[in-house]
């Protein structure tokens, strides 16, 4: 997780950030680190173009994958007006453009509204920016953007089904270290134990996880070590299947899924993901509590990036996350839907160890705690089938 990848509005206020681990957030990460942030959608209707073009409506704002959907648009005009094309345009997390096909020529909006919709086209599971533009002598205009969610539900979308389970922890008594997992360092981070390189400020201490009552908690705390940049590191808890006796690795085919209870508090950064070197991660997800409303996701085998719209974690917050590791598509799940397909997949060769941590941002792509208090972030399970 090291580098970052750009990924378009984010939020529907504010910014947001996605990185990498080795590891940043989701622009490319490296040994878990961050993205750098990027600038929200504005609203989907009432934006007002310099013009006077208003934009009342702009739908729909969810398919189906695979399903053929086309938008329509409202539009006004303070006065009348004729530009010589409006359209809409769709984005994805990686900002390639995908519109919607067919666009209204030498369109006339007046007071009294313009109507257009779209040809249909279909897409993949994800969450898409979507917006209506105009053209005319002095250029291209962009109005404002809206969500496009793009999820499947239901007993088909399962991604278990056909597969046996072949690896599971359940973090159940009694647990020997080091048979199938370690926790002093990852080959992730620059210098094992800490990688401020990355936006974090981790340094890893095998207490600060603990397995007790069916889960794994990772607590991290303010420490007593100094940074190589200056900052005060934060004792935090890091899970990997890489030096363990067993050695895991997922692989093409695999579906690996987590349950977790994701932070509540802003500078929280948990995380399940995937390494063995750069070219390896996959991201099962990324969270930061100061965008409580998303869940990042990142391939950055053959780099694609996503986020799914979440309601933000309550007291029960437990959620199942996973990805299905396909040589054509990384597909993700979150409790059972489908919400993300990457279309990229990983290599047929690609294998890498499995990790969970929780880090804690230093301050460039999202904040910093407010507090001093420790932050957990736990684990009930970590599943794969084959």
């Known amino acids: 997780m090291r580098t970052v990848i750009r990924v378009a509005a984010l939020m529907m206020a504010g910014t947001v950030s996605l990185a990498c681990h080795a590891h940043a957030t989701l622009p490319h990460r490296n040994s878990k680190g961050s993205r750098p942030s990027v600038a929200a959608p504005g609203p989907g209707s009432g934006s007002r173009s310099a013009d006077g073009i208003v934009q009342d409506s702009l739908t729909p704002s969810g398919a189906q994958p695979g399903t053929a959907v086309a938008a329509t648009l409202k539009l006004r005009a303070s006065a009348c007006i004729t530009v010589r094309k409006v359209g809409v345009a769709v984005q994805d997390g990686l900002d390639n453009r995908l519109d919607y096909p067919g666009a209204a020529e030498n369109a006339r909006i007046c007071p009294g509204g313009f ?65 199938r ?14 990688n401020p390189k990355y936006y974090k400020l981790d340094w890893v201490n095998p207490g600060n ?72 991660e996959i991201d099962v997800f990324e969270y930061h509590p100061d965008a409580p409303d ?28 996973g990805v299905l590791l396909g040589t054509h598509s990384a597909d993700w799940y979150v409790n059972g839907a489908l919400v993300y397909q990457d279309g990229r997949g990983v290599d047929p060769n690609w294998s890498a160890y499995l990790n969970v941590n929780l880090s804690i941002s230093a301050g460039t792509l999202h904040p910093v705690p407010k507090t001093k208090d420790p932050i957990t972030f736990s684990t009930d399970y970590v599943r794969v089938f084959r």
């Open 115 to 179: 109507a257009f919709t779209t040809q249909p086209r279909t897409f993949r599971a994800g969450t898409y920016t979507q917006y209506a533009y105009y053209e005319d002598e002095t250029g291209y205009h962009p109005l404002g953007k809206t969500r496009l969610r793009v999820v499947s539900t239901g007993r088909n979308v399962e991604p278990s089904t056909g597969r046996k389970l072949a690896w599971a922890e359940d973090f159940n008594a009694p647990f020997t270290w080091g048979n």
């Open 181 to 194: 997992w370690t926790r002093e360092a990852s080959s992730a981070y620059e210098y094992g134990t800490h």
């Open 209 to 280: 996880v603990r397995i007790a009552d069916g889960m794994a908690t990772f607590t991290a705390r303010p420490g007593r070590h100094t940074l190589e940049n200056g900052l005060q590191a934060w004792e935090t808890g890091l899970i990997t299947t890489e030096g363990s006796r067993e050695g895991f690795r997922l692989r093409p085919g695999d579906y690996v899924e987590a349950r977790v209870k994701l932070p509540a508090t802003v500078g929280a950064w948990p995380s399940v993901w995937t390494w063995v070197g750069d070219g390896h």
């Open 294 to 321: 998303l869940l990042e996701m990142a391939n950055h085998v053959r780099e694609a990036a996503n986020y799914d719209v979440i309601g933000p974690p309550g007291k029960e917050g437990w959620m199942r996350i």
